[in-house]
DNA sequence: TTCTGTGAAATAGTTCACAGCG
DNA sequence: CGCTGTGAACTATTTCACAGAA
């Protein structure tokens, strides 16, 4: 029994099969990565490379092992050299083009951050529904209408959808941004969009990141102060308010 | 992380023990009750809840369960109660005022995202260090000097710290942030930042999820033809087969 | 000697499957 | 009956600990 679902002639070899937690710690990998060798070091060990990213040092040899890359015994990793093989394996090694939709605040900050293009994945595409926005230009980059995405994904061979719009529109984008044949998609929205299988989406929630930090500020201010109300602040609980 | 490792004297019983899986997962349930509650539903079943929220029927009941929510057997769960319970555990009962550290062009598109405040994260203090920045006001905000920022977080009793300054600037925000006593912060840049182990850090980067979408993106796309090259644009790396 | 690569043990998390309450 | 609550099996992931390459 291999690890493949439904009927596959083909179990494997071509798939290293690398595991989602892997693949999650390789961009931190790398960013570290990338201070060490902007700092001119050669060479690494997984224990300072780990304590770095944070993680276990064996699960750094591990994670590293796992997607073919080897050190040298008695010495560490070549930094070049990892930052070369990670990018592979993550795939930047080409361009991603992107589309935002949805150009409010957040598509503007979005287009606006340069980190994106620096990193590989350009923006190329904006597109609203408001005639107001449509046809100015943010980031050098005109606003189209969203009735042409299709075309413009078409055109701009872009490869990720970023969904920036309300959380009303959410689904309605990310159903847009699959008939044009994506993907990738990557929602800004608080709302849980639905889509076929085969597309990824990931989520950047800041509302889901704060509700998980204030968990664990509560239990940590529980335990600290034995049964702890947080901070100054003494809002009883109760009040269930926007039951919306 | 570090739950107790060697000496404790108090094992637990105060301490539910909830999982970090289940509480990454909470705020997605939160979302669907919400969406369900809006709809006017009394009652979900597990089964119902968990293809919102796209995970396992076992795992929602489990996750419930471990935080002492409990349902109706041949019913399911009151979608009111359910609602309450999950954001008391969240420690969603009660505000947890947010400092903004950065007032550029994310830091706006924060301070202006109303979803922050009405799900409980009221943005009540800005910071940056441009003298021509301090002064403005952002989203009703006075942004003061972030020399102050102690001070601001103090007074405006601060509980969760947001790092939207450049990535050179994050560390020494991060710092700042944790001396003015913060435990929580979330970081917008794509450095990692180290803190004392007391701190939750959580960070939200752009060019992390990206990555890790193109790393799915690319595997699906050799998965699918072949030996596959992504997409129309053919950029041949060079040819970095393993050098194992 | 130092530091990788990896069996093997330990932990964590998921899912099945079903007893049993309402 | 329908659907929860959970023992038990299973799968995934982490971590230890150490053999062995450079």
Redesign the interface.
């Given at each position: 029994m291999s690890a493949a679902d439904g009927v596959d002639p083909t179990p494997d070899q071509?798939?290293p099969r690398?595991s989602d937690a892997t693949?999650?710690r390789?961009?931190?990998y790398?960013?570290?990565l990338l201070?060490l060798a902007g700092d001119g070091e050669a060479s690494v060990s997984s224990e300072a490379l780990a304590e770095?990213?944070?993680v276990n040092p064996a699960t750094l040899r591990r994670d590293l092992a796992g997607i073919?890359i080897?050190g040298t015994r008695g010495v560490g990793y070549d930094v070049k050299?990892l930052v070369?093989?990670i990018s592979?394996?993550?795939?930047?090694?080409?361009?991603?083009p992107?589309i935002i939709v949805g150009v409010g605040?957040?598509g503007?900050?979005?287009a606006?951050?340069e980190?994106?293009t620096t990193?590989?994945?350009p923006v190329r595409a904006l597109v609203d529904v408001d005639p107001d926005v449509v046809g100015t230009s943010v980031a050098g980059v005109v606003v189209e209408h969203v009735d042409d995405l299709s075309k413009v994904v078409d055109r701009d061979?872009i490869?990720?959808g970023v969904i920036a719009t309300p959380a009303s529109a959410a689904q309605a984008a990310a159903d847009e941004l699959i008939g044009a044949g994506l993907?990738?998609?990557?929602n800004f929205t608080?709302?849980?969009i639905?889509t076929p299988p085969?597309v990824?989406v990931?989520g950047?929630?800041?509302?889901?990141?704060?509700?998980?930090?204030?968990?664990?500020?509560?239990r940590?201010t529980a335990?600290a102060s034995g049964t702890g109300v947080?901070?100054?602040?003494e809002?009883a609980?109760?009040?269930?308010d926007?039951?919306?």
């Open positions: 071509t798939t690398v693949v999650g390789l961009p931190v790398l960013q570290g201070g770095i990213a944070a073919g080897t050299y070369h093989e592979v394996v993550l795939g930047l090694n080409q361009a991603w992107v605040n957040l503007r900050a979005l606006n951050y980190g994106l990193q590989g994945f061979e490869a990720v993907a990738s998609l990557l608080p709302v849980q639905t085969h990824q990931r950047v929630d800041l509302a889901t990141e704060l509700q998980i930090l204030s968990f664990y500020q509560q940590s335990a947080p901070l100054g602040a809002h609980p109760d009040s269930t926007d039951a919306s």
